[in-house]
């Protein structure tokens, strides 16, 4: 994983945030996929926040991708936002 990279969460109703900093790479990628199976059927809604990324190299979005087929049918819960959002965003999601 990339030394500076972290996902903090918070969870607020039925909603969870994830704010993803520092740099972005194949590691980071399964985390942020770990993350999100681990709490996809519990949430209403998952935020991705993408502001506080300073690097995403693309190995690591090619994972993202790539495993992110695993959530297809709940695209409707993932929510991108902040600058990077568009790199991140699959067919089917949303961001604002």
Known sequence: MASNFRIVSRRKGGNL???L?????GTSAHE?????????TTVCRIFIDTDGLKTIHPFGLEVFRNYLVAFE???????FTG???IAFAPQGSKYL
């Open 21 to 25: 900093t520092g740099d972005f790479d």
């Open 17 to 19: 945030r994830l704010n």
């Open 73 to 79: 049918k709940r695209f409707g819960r993932l929510v």
């Open 32 to 40: 942020l996929l770990n993350a999100l199976a681990k709490n996809i």
């Open 83 to 85: 600058e990077k959002k």
